[in-house]
């Protein structure tokens, strides 16, 4: 992470200042695992789509007379299993980002509130009128919002 001394102005502390840094670490790690799990969410869905169509086109509709021979046809293939193996693989996937990301949602917001609870102790005196500052650059920088603890 490049920063520099000071980088929340002069009425920020040494503390203060790491612990807005964790704050804006927590919140990278929670932005990336959402772009992960969106990816991976919308791959899931093309991909599942898309094998549907195949088996509606290729095998439901050409052997729609007799669900044994879908089914045959089906099995015979390996292709066939081999592709459902990767939609199951690819949604179990997405299962378990979706849980990163949550995970990673409620230790960003578990570090902001208590920031903003803990504001009376990191702002003293001058800097406590001066804070509104931090809470600018914050908010438009990497778009943190210690203005208020609800989401």
Same mark, same amino acid.
């Given at each position: +992470?490049?920063?520099? #001394?000071?980088?929340?102005?002069?009425?920020?502390? &040494? /503390?203060?200042? &790491?612990?807005?840094?964790?704050?804006?670490?927590?919140?990278?790690?929670? #932005?990336?695992? !959402?772009? +992960?799990?969106?990816?991976?969410? $919308?791959? %899931?869905?093309?991909?599942?789509?898309?094998?549907?169509?195949?088996? %509606?086109?290729?095998?439901?509709?050409?052997?729609?007379? @007799?669900? /044994?021979? +879908?089914? @045959?046809?089906?099995? @015979?293939?390996?292709?066939?299993?081999? +592709?459902?193996?990767?939609?199951?693989?690819?949604?179990? /996937?997405?299962?378990?980002?979706?849980?990163?990301k949550e995970k990673k949602?409620k230790e960003f917001h578990?570090?902001?509130?208590?920031?903003? #609870?803990?504001?009376?102790?990191? $702002? !003293?005196?001058? /800097? $406590?009128? !001066?804070?509104?500052?931090?809470?600018?650059?914050?908010?438009?920088?990497? #778009?943190?919002?210690?203005?208020?603890?609800?989401?």
């Open positions: +992470m490049d920063r520099s #001394d000071k980088e929340f102005g002069e009425w920020t502390d &040494q /503390a203060t200042e &790491q612990m807005l840094h964790n704050l804006i670490e927590k919140k990278r790690k929670f #932005d990336k695992a !959402k772009t +992960m799990h969106l990816y991976t969410l $919308w791959g %899931t869905l093309f991909a599942s789509f898309f094998f549907l169509y195949y088996m %509606t086109k290729f095998v439901l509709n050409p052997y729609s007379y @007799s669900f /044994a021979a +879908m089914f @045959s046809v089906f099995v @015979s293939d390996s292709l066939h299993l081999f +592709m459902t193996l990767i939609l199951v693989v690819l949604f179990g /996937a997405t299962k378990i980002l979706f849980e990163k949602e578990d570090l902001r509130c208590e920031v903003i #609870d803990r504001s009376k102790d990191l $702002w !003293k005196e001058e /800097a $406590w009128k !001066k804070r509104h500052h931090v809470y600018d650059k914050l908010k438009k920088e990497w #778009d943190i919002n210690l203005f208020h603890g609800s989401k």
